[in-house]
């Protein structure tokens, strides 16, 4: 337990003066207080902060070896960089806000159509306690939380978040919160680098597409090799792992479920890592950790996700908040904000902001990573989710989700040219094989106001006849029916082919 003696700030003692007296010295002599500075050169405050002169640009130009300032853009096209941009008149604020509500009527919510779309992102039941809390001014206009004494209430949300992220994940600590699942995978990896000395990483060819697109991006900006391991069957084969994974490697990643919604075997796969001395990284939804088995039981040291499934709207996409959790002998590695509970010089409790040392605002070059805040109230939006369902009430939730989605696949199943693709066991999402192009089923549905699920041919073009379908606590009987017997009466003969852009 991090002791602090007393949590006094500084920075606002004397905010006109380069000293800081200790609270309670007297001013010099003569003066009742501080005086605001006088404003003689050695005090202009312009002169200090102007922009680069015109000297300080030609010396740094003639360095890079360019001509001028616009020679560092001549690779951009000059369609590009001088766009003729065709904009209306100006509105005044009332047909403005007409002619943005004309907009905003396009969109369709969620709400309005039969949904069995997830891919990672998912239609929940989100209670009302969530919005009213993280809209108190209190939370919604915070900052980060340097000044302890004055954030005691924002710290206790973020203390309460890593310690029921550590509870679902069955790990030691967890941190304030990352970005989103995409980058917490990312910070994952590289604190495998950084805590082995090695430099490369095997990942599951089974966790979502986008998450293995931005490690590439991570991978390459630090010199990292990254090794996918096909998935067989929409998961991780432990053999293939084996034959992968040897002392060059840093970690091995998989993704619980996987983006097939399908589950993988974990203590095979953190056994395998650890036996060429890998570290064994997942990233769990944070829902699966109350009905399947935690990854810290399975062997894993690091558990990364996404905690959009935790009292989130979809947004669009975001934003979201990600999550890490390690084991102990991690935590001078983790990225991200800490918040340790200790006593003030009253012996009260008190939180506090702890092991600085690893931040970029302390370290910069040295630190852990280059984030340098945390989305601090999706955080908090999902932590008064955990607070108010209880781990029996989000156990409650991923139960219902899976019984449903697993009934709703044999209904599908029993419609003639429907099938599974895999005969591998699934949570709440699975993989229908399609008769026709998976896409041009999808419009069909969507035409009749559902929303299929994704079409794996967007990912993949050689499962062009695949989608994969996703149900909820929020997916009802009356939904599934309409689902299957629109799929009934579909002629898949019929319909077109499909082209579409795939992902890399």
Request: proline share 6%; net charge neutral.
């Amino acid at each position: 337990m991090l002791t602090v003696g007393r949590l006094v700030a500084t920075s606002s003692v004397y905010p006109l003066r380069g000293d800081l007296r200790p609270r309670g010295e007297r001013p010099p002599r003569g003066r009742k207080g501080l005086r605001r500075p006088r404003l003689t050169r050695r005090h202009t405050c312009g002169v200090a902060y102007l922009p680069n002169s015109d000297a300080d640009r030609t010396a740094m130009l003639e360095v890079v070896g360019a001509g001028s300032v616009s020679d560092l853009f001549a690779t951009i096209p000059a369609s590009l960089r001088d766009p003729t941009v065709e904009l209306p008149p100006p509105l005044g604020e009332q047909d403005l806000v007409a002619e943005v509500e004309r907009l905003a009527a396009r969109n369709h919510p969620l709400s309005e159509l039969d949904n069995f779309l997830g891919a990672g992102v998912y239609s929940r039941f989100i209670p009302a306690i969530v919005r009213g809390t993280i809209g108190r001014p209190e939370f919604y206009t915070a900052y980060t939380p340097y000044q302890a004494e004055a954030s005691q209430g924002t710290l206790q949300t973020i203390f309460e978040f890593q310690s029921m992220i550590c509870a679902l994940t069955g790990l030691d600590v967890a941190n304030a919160s990352l970005y989103d699942g995409a980058t917490a995978a990312a910070e994952a990896m590289m604190l495998a680098v950084q805590a082995t000395g090695r430099d490369r990483i095997a990942v599951s060819g089974a966790v979502h597409p986008e998450t293995l697109r931005v490690l590439r991006t991570f991978a390459a900006g630090r010199s990292v090799s990254l090794d996918v391991v096909a998935a067989r069957d929409d998961v991780t084969s432990i053999d293939d792992v084996r034959a992968t994974l040897d002392e060059r490697h840093a970690g091995l990643l998989v993704q619980q479920p996987t983006f097939f919604g399908t589950l993988e075997t974990l203590a095979g796969l953190a056994e395998a890592a650890h036996a060429v001395g890998a570290l064994a990284l997942c990233s769990a939804d944070p829902l699966a950790c109350t009905v399947l088995v935690p990854p810290a039981d399975a062997g894993f040291d690091v558990c990364v996700g996404d905690g959009q499934p935790l009292g989130v709207p979809a947004s669009f996409g975001g934003p979201h908040v990600g999550y890490m959790a390690v084991r102990q002998a991690l935590v001078r590695r983790m990225p991200g904000r800490l918040v340790g509970i200790t006593n003030d010089h009253a012996g009260r409790r008190a939180y506090a902001l702890t092991l600085q040392t690893r931040e970029q605002h302390i370290r910069r070059e040295h630190a852990t990573s280059n984030i340098c805040t945390n989305h601090a109230l999706v955080a908090l939006a999902a932590t008064v989710y955990m607070a108010h369902m209880g781990a029996g009430g989000m156990r409650e939730v991923a139960t219902v989700s899976a019984q449903r989605a697993h009934h709703l696949a044999d209904e599908l199943c029993a419609v003639k040219g429907f099938s599974l693709a895999s005969a591998t066991p699934f949570l709440w999402e699975f993989v229908l094989r399609c008769p026709a192009d998976a896409a041009a089923v999808a419009a069909a549905m969507r035409d009749q106001g559902i929303v299929a699920g994704l079409p794996l041919g967007r990912v993949d073009a050689a499962r062009a006849d695949e989608l994969l379908v996703c149900c909820t606590e929020m997916t009802s009987r009356p939904a599934i029916d309409r689902f299957v017997a629109a799929l009934t009466a579909l002629d898949t003969a019929a319909l077109p082919q499909v082209r579409q852009e795939v992902a890399v």
